[in-house]
């Protein structure tokens, strides 16, 4: 017999996760999903009323792995205005071995549950030479590499009860939301700091390694200015099912885009073997040098979005 689909399994489990909650904390209309090393986002919300929700208790929900993720839903509510918010504290990652649908699931379970605004945040490599270890870019567009070579979260038979076939992407990033960011980084004054927050778009590739220089160069070539592993299915599916969208990447490492050394170039002729590899390895990513970035940049990111849902729910 073939699984529930994605609709009725999300079905089941929003209906779980309200019976959870308080009354008032049942309908959030905002959804935050924090990246790597981004889980201090849930230090936004007020601590009353609060609720956390291991994902491992959730039925059908998916569990994250990488380090930097905590697992978990946090539901509470923000701003002086006491908008209700769901925080999705790590996600699923279709390099983890999860298929797409899952890679998703959370969304549309944020959909059922009446999210009408989600917040999608990612740590990212910079292809922009001009970003730095620390700015924010605030997305207007993306790349779905691995869309465009199959591995698609709406492929297969369309989810009618969520949207239509065939969604256009165009409007993916809500432009409202956009102009909101900037108002909300001067106000708080953040324009004035060393971080800079930018405009740019992602590109979404499978992982779960890190980009070859060669793949680097290509990605800016079509125009990439941050890359990373997650993200764009959530997008993609958030606007299927009619959510408006606000993303964010950190740039916690910047992207190596020059050509490595040939084996004949004279300057490494007299190298050792150590030497050698320190040669190559200037620049190079590491995990741990992502969720630093994260912790040096959350509270900007936190002050931030607090702001936004804060003067988009005084209206």
């Not at 959030?28 to 009323?49: H, N």
């Not at 390099?95 to 797409?100: F, L, V």
């Not at 590899?277 to 040098?289: F, Q, S």
Request: glycine share 10%; net charge negative.
């Amino acid at each position: 017999m073939a699984a529930p689909n994605a609709y009725i399994r999300a079905t089941e489990t929003a209906q779980y996760v309200r019976s959870q909650l308080p009354e008032a904390l049942q309908h959030p209309k905002v959804a935050i999903v924090c990246g790597s090393g981004l889980g201090g986002l849930a230090d936004t919300i007020e601590p009353e009323p609060k609720v956390e929700l291991s994902y491992a208790t959730i039925p059908n929900f998916p569990q994250a792995t990488v380090l930097g993720h905590a697992s978990k839903f946090v539901f509470g509510q923000i701003g002086e205005h006491k908008t209700p918010v769901a925080l999705l504290v790590g996600r699923a990652h279709f390099y983890e071995g999860h298929d797409m649908d899952v890679v998703t699931f959370a969304a549309r379970v944020c959909k059922l549950l009446g999210v009408e605004t989600i917040v999608v945040t990612n740590a990212a490599g910079g292809l922009n030479q001009t970003y730095s270890v620390g700015d924010i870019v605030c997305l207007n567009d993306h790349l779905n590499i691995a869309g465009l070579v199959g591995v698609h979260p709406l492929r297969g038979p369309n989810l009618d009860d969520f949207g239509t076939r065939f969604p256009p992407l165009s409007d993916a990033y809500d432009l409202d939301l956009r102009r909101r960011t900037h108002k909300a980084w001067a106000k708080l004054g953040l324009d004035q700091g060393k971080r800079k927050l930018h405009e740019g778009v992602y590109a979404f590739v499978g992982g779960p390694t890190y980009e070859t220089r060669a793949e680097c160069r290509m990605l800016s070539m079509l125009g990439a200015d941050v890359v990373g592993m997650s993200t764009v299915p959530e997008i993609i599916v958030a606007r299927h099912a009619g959510m408006r969208v606000l993303a964010f990447s950190l740039v916690t490492n910047s992207a190596v885009l020059e050509a490595g050394s040939w084996g004949n170039d004279p300057e490494i002729q007299a190298m050792s073997r150590s030497e050698l590899a320190d040669h190559l390895n200037k620049g190079k990513a590491n995990h741990e040098e992502v969720l630093e970035a994260g912790r040096e940049a959350a509270k900007d990111m936190q002050a931030l979005v607090k702001q936004i849902l804060s003067d988009l729910y005084e209206d």
